[in-house]
T-cell receptor, first 110, second 114 residues
Framework: EDQVTQSPEALRLQEGESSSLNCSYT??????LFWYRQDPGKGPEFLFT???AGEEKEKERLKATLTKKESFLHITAPKPEDSATYLC???????????FGQGTELSVKP | GAVVSQHPSRVICKSGTSVKIECRSL??????MFWYRQFPKKSLMLMAT?????????EQGVEKDKFLINHASLTLSTLTVTSAHPEDSSFYIC??????????FGDGTRLSIL
């Protein structure tokens, strides 16, 4: 069964304290892995798409990496404005449906 | 980046009322739109997939007569919650995509049924 698991569920960091979020997936035939950011009361905002093991994408303080079994979202020197829930998702059929992980709620304190 | 507009952002209404939520892709033609429901502190639960000009495909356990979806054009899909009851209160989110592109999400609709 296709599955996406994120860890930790919640992460509290001090401003400037770098860390990583994990997304483990089990899917037959990976057709991409997506990272989104969701602020409270808002819809998810697209961050990255990764397609193959070894691929990396960067955006400001965020860097996403992909292996054959998991993806990491590295946050370097985070700021309070990086506080949000980060979701990863993988497609599970040709129609583009996504399976979402449960998300990691990141809180960055000044 | 791609912009998806969802309206209204918040609805409060009495039990038994039907509520319509609109989802528009503003700067691209969406071949597929998706409707999700999200409970507090939970991830997104896919309700249905909608392709322009064809009937929506509903996920298992989602009542198609309760949640009516219309996808009349490549830029507009609507979700109507019919005869809403308190248990239908939730955060509803739409997304739009085109072939080979990631889904882009609206900002959601907070539905509260009294």
């Amino acid at each position: 069964e296709d599955q996406v698991t994120q860890s930790p569920e919640a992460l509290r960091l001090q401003e400037g304290e770098s860390s990583s979020l994990n997304c483990s997936y089990t899917v037959s035939g990976l057709r991409g892995l997506f990272w989104y950011r969701q602020d409270p009361g808002k819809g998810p905002e697209f961050l990255f798409t990764l397609y193959s093991a070894g691929e990396e994408k960067e955006k400001e303080r965020l860097k996403a990496t992909l292996t054959k079994k998991e993806s990491f979202l590295h946050i370097t020197a985070p700021k309070p404005e990086d506080s949000a829930t980060y979701l990863c998702a993988v497609p599970y059929n040709q129609g583009g449906k996504l399976i979402f992980g449960q998300g990691t709620e990141l809180s960055v304190k000044p | 980046g791609a912009v998806v507009s969802q309206h209204p952002s918040r609805v409060i209404c009495k039990s038994g009322t039907s509520v319509k939520i609109e989802c528009r892709s503003l700067d691209f033609q969406a071949t597929t739109m998706f409707w999700y429901r999200q409970f507090p502190k939970k991830s997104l639960m896919l309700m249905a997939t909608s392709n322009e000009g064809s009937k929506a495909t509903y996920e298992q356990g989602v009542e198609k007569d309760k949640f009516l979806i219309n996808h009349a054009s490549l830029t507009l899909s609507t979700l109507t919650v019919t005869s809403a009851h308190p248990e239908d209160s939730s955060f509803y989110i739409c997304s739009a995509s085109r072939v080979g592109q990631p889904q882009h999400f609206g900002d959601g609709t907070r539905l509260s049924i009294l």
